[in-house]
């Protein structure tokens, strides 16, 4: 696998500043939450580091961080949540790596977890991460609760993880339902893009407010705001890998569309972070 979608360095000079200060920030973080310190039996925490820390673009906390800017927050009051998105978003691809979900032996250059630690610590270390993930929430004080519960929903059996089930029962590793359809229609793709990817950029933007204490009202526009960029990302990334060829030229026009919903779920806070990374998708189409 590669991590070729929407590199930063194809972003406008300011968003990819910004994007690289975040990305920097987070794995001072994550190295800071993962560093092995002690006894490790098994190396889990150093697969668990293993995973969160290797090579990425670190956009989903970006987005965080770029939201609690926009409503009024700080970049250290949101940095928990950042760290908690990335952590979890790691924790997903762990297990989606594992021989019975996509046997993967290679993400972004390098073996996957269940290849260098063995398939019993890797599922181990996903389950580690997604632990860690929801203890960096209850960092955040008054606003706990609220992100715990946008985070347990976002990446629960209704979204995230029913895109995953999705992808497996289209790629005929699990028996198919009526809703896990075979057909390769846009509205049956952009199902499965909306759970598997968009659910945790919405997530990420959601707890950005959050984080800020912004209204419910504004973290519900930011997660419509981050759903759409995520689904249209996905069409980026299959783009990118050759995939769904025979809806290119559909997907493309849907990320402009997706993108410009965007744009205007975050108009009223003038954030030109959260419109730059909305129209820098959009120009990738």
Request: charged share 25%; hydrophobic share 50%; proline share 4%.
């Amino acid at each position: 696998m590669t991590d070729a979608t929407l590199a930063p360095s194809s972003a406008p000079a300011a968003l990819a500043a910004f994007l690289e200060e975040a990305r920097r920030a987070t794995d001072i973080e994550l190295e800071r939450r993962l560093r092995v310190t002690g006894e490790d039996p098994g190396r889990l925490v150093e697969a668990m580091h293993y995973a969160a820390t290797g090579p990425g673009k670190r956009l989903r906390p970006a987005l965080v961080l770029a939201a609690a800017e926009a409503c009024g927050g700080t970049r250290a009051s949101a940095m928990p949540a950042a760290a908690a998105i990335e952590m979890l978003h790691a924790y997903t691809l762990v297990h989606d790596d594992l021989p019975a979900m996509d046997d993967d032996d290679e993400r972004r250059g390098r073996p996957t977890v269940h290849v260098e630690f063995g398939e019993a610590i890797a599922i181990l270390a996903g389950d580690g991460l997604l632990t860690a993930a929801f203890g960096a929430l209850a960092e955040l004080g008054p606003n706990a609760a609220a992100a715990v519960k946008v985070l347990a929903r976002r990446a629960g059996a209704a979204e995230l993880l029913a895109g995953q089930a999705i992808d497996l029962a289209v790629a005929g590793r699990l028996p198919r339902t009526v809703e896990q359809s075979t057909t390769k229609s846009l509205e049956a793709i952009e199902r499965m893009h909306a759970a598997k990817t968009g659910a945790l950029f919405a997530a990420a933007a959601e707890l950005g407010a959050i984080a800020a204490g912004a209204h419910a009202q504004t973290c519900a526009a930011l997660g419509r705001y981050g759903l759409a960029i995520g689904i249209a990302f996905q069409h980026a990334d299959d783009r990118d890998d050759a995939e769904l060829l025979e809806l290119a030229d559909a997907a493309a026009e849907r990320m402009r569309v997706l993108c410009a919903q965007a744009r205007a779920e975050v108009k009223q806070l003038e954030s030109t972070t959260l419109d730059g990374i909305a129209a820098w998708i959009a120009s990738r189409a």
